[in-house]
Every structure is written in C-alpha cells, then in structure tokens.
C-alpha cells in the first residue's frame, strides 16, 4: 500500500531557484493539502485542494503555488525560493465524509542557501 | 483565527512514569480533534475524537475530549522509550469540508 508518496526526500536549492515538490496520494481521497514544519511551530497549513480543479489557501501561502489536475496528484511550487522556506514539507490526504483521518507523506527536507 | 494550543512544549521522564498532554483549542465550527505521534518522519495518527467525555483507548494511550471547556488530553502510562516522539494535536474545524489546526507539538522524551 503506498499511501501518500512525497519526491524528493532531501533537496538544496540556491535563493531564487524554483523548484516542484511532488505529492500523490492511491486512496481516491478528496482532500489534499500542503505543510510545512519549522522547530516549534508544528504543522502550518500551506496550501490545501477539496477536488480536482479546486484550490485553497491556508495559514502560509506566499511564495507558493498549487494545482489540482487530478484526484491523485497535489504538486506544490516554490517559484522563487528564499532561505525562509528552509523547512520540512509534508503532503497529507484524506477522505471527506465525518471522522476521516488524515494520512502523510514522509516528508520533503528542503534546505535555502 | 482557529487557534490550537498544546502543554507542555516539552516533558523529559523515566521510564515507567505516567505522562498527561494537553491541548486547548478555539475553533469555528468544531467538528473533531486528532492526536498523532511523530518520530522520525511523518505523523502517524493516534485518536480522533468528536464526543466530550467518551475516552478513547489503545494499549497504554488513552484521549478524551471536553467540549464545554475547550480541551483534550492525551494520557501514555507505564512510559517506554519507544514512546519518545512529538505530539501532535489537531482539530478539524470551519467548513464543511474540515480544515485542520494544529497545535506546536509537544515533545518528549523518555528515558531509560
């Protein structure tokens, strides 16, 4: 069972690099969204989608960019990155009916020099 | 501005103590709260709770909710050192489709 899959697992980018964070999910979930994970600070909604074609901003959004093409597959973009984003990314899904909860990617550890 | 606050930050014991989390929320549109535990990678879930007084129970962990007062605890007895990991508690709230907040974690760590 794969579950939630996040590409890569480690990546260091220069400041103003772009770069696409890769998240698919093989439950037919509905909901996809995007973290991230500073020291803390615990989980920061970033970016989350309740279908295809449909998006949403969370709590931290700037500096981000997110499309929902498909029901499996929630990319996130840096489009220009800055040490701020330095953090660990996590990709989670989950169904929509009551009391689903939500399942989680390993994670991406993503480093601004 | 749904806001989730979790106690203690960090907590250091033996092994064998009993440990209490807790975790305050302000959420529009409360629909449910959710414990992970997080070691390594990424969060494995715990509880989902949605009833106020009705303990929720798996081996030594045990959770419940009070939604006149706003909280939840997370109990771990008889600690191991396998229980060391951060805490996380959520809650699932505004529109329908349930947004999650979650609280900064609360990490511990247990000695041998």
């Known amino acids: 069972n794969a579950g939630v899959t996040q590409t890569p697992k480690f990546q260091v980018l220069k400041t103003g690099q772009s770069m696409t964070l890769q998240c698919a999910q093989d439950m037919n979930h509905e909901y996809m969204s995007w973290y991230r994970q500073d020291p803390g600070m615990g989980l920061r909604l970033i970016h989350y989608?309740?279908?295809?074609?449909?998006?949403d901003q969370g709590e931290v959004p700037n500096g981000y960019n997110v499309s929902r093409s498909t029901t499996e597959d929630f990319p996130l973009r840096l489009l220009s990155a800055a040490p701020s984003q330095t953090s660990v990314y996590f990709c989670a899904s989950r169904g929509l009916g009551g009391g689903q909860p939500q399942h989680f990617g390993d994670g991406t550890r993503l480093s601004i020099l | 501005e749904d806001k989730v606050v979790q106690s203690p930050l960090s907590l250091v014991v033996h092994e064998g103590d009993t440990v209490t989390l807790n975790c305050s929320y302000e959420v529009t549109n409360f629909r449910s709260l959710l414990w992970y535990k997080q070691e390594k990678k990424a969060p494995t879930f715990l509880f989902m709770l949605t009833s106020s007084g009705i303990e929720k129970k798996s081996g030594r962990l045990s959770s419940i909710l009070d939604k006149k007062e706003l909280f939840s605890i997370l109990n771990i007895t008889a600690t191991q050192t396998g229980d060391s990991a951060i805490y996380l508690c959520?809650?699932?709230?505004?529109?329908?489709?349930?947004?999650?907040?979650f609280g900064q974690g609360t990490i511990l760590t247990v000695h041998p």
């Open positions: 959520a809650v699932v709230g505004g529109t329908s489709y349930g947004k999650l907040t």
């Open positions: 989608s309740v279908g295809a074609g449909i998006t």
